[in-house]
């Protein structure tokens, strides 16, 4: 079992990661009018108004909770006076909120999916791969949150958060996370399998953010009945 820990938590990591940033080069060099989201809003509209900014929104709450419930360590809230019960209080209301959320906007997009003829005519291998699998990451994410309601809960910020900081200094800490619960690990290695899908789904579009938008330039409208100086005149 040894070994398989070390493979699991010590090296797939770091293989996902090479996958996730190899092939999204790959993607952006060979195809790169393809990160899109293939909009399909001209078939449907009213489940989409609905589905797409629960899921987009929860998931954006999702991925922040992680980043702070993961890269932030328990000494550092401390340090700052903030009690632990009142963290992991907050961690669950916030955390489900966003799990609850975007579970159920990827729901109503799954059923206008299939429902709508049009939008399930274009749904490619990929989605039909992704989709299961992201939902299945939410559903082990919402397990695991749920078991901190338990009074003799794992702490996940003193096994998984500390795991994770230690790939980023590229010493993983193995034992850290081969001790987490079954929740916890299927939850880490559902992730890593969507991480590793990412760069070939239409899940790309994620890195296509309009950063720039903000501080675009201009742009100026002029009306078709606009004189054109002294030329227009003649």
Not at 37 to 66: C, D, I, K, N
């Amino acid at each position: 079992m040894k070994h398989l820990h070390i493979a699991l938590w010590g090296v797939l990591p770091y293989l996902v990661l090479t996958v996730l940033v190899a092939g999204t080069a790959w993607r952006y060099r060979y195809d790169r009018f393809g990160f899109t989201t293939r909009s399909s809003q001209l078939h449907e509209h009213r489940l989409l108004s609905v589905g797409g900014p629960l899921f987009h929104y929860g998931l954006l709450f999702v991925a922040a909770g992680h980043a702070i419930g993961l890269l932030v360590p328990e000494s550092l809230t401390e340090r700052v006076h903030v009690h632990e019960w009142l963290y992991h209080a907050n961690a669950l209301v916030v955390g489900g909120t966003a799990g609850l959320a975007t579970l159920a906007g990827l729901a109503i997009l799954l059923y206008r999916r299939l429902r709508v003829p049009a939008v399930r005519a274009a749904t490619s291998r990929s989605d039909r791969a992704v989709y299961p699998l992201l939902a299945r990451v939410l559903l082990a994410g919402l397990t695991a949150t749920a078991t901190a309601l338990r009074p003799d809960s794992y702490d996940y910020r003193l096994g998984v958060s500390v795991w994770f900081r230690s790939l980023l200094v590229l010493d993983p800490n193995v034992p850290a996370m081969s001790g987490a619960p079954f929740a916890h690990q299927l939850h880490a290695l559902l992730g890593m399998a969507l991480f590793a899908l990412w760069p070939f789904s239409r899940l790309v579009h994620a890195f296509t953010a309009p950063l720039g938008y903000p501080a675009r330039p201009y742009i100026v409208y002029r009306s078709r009945g606009a004189r054109r100086g002294p030329a227009a005149h003649r």
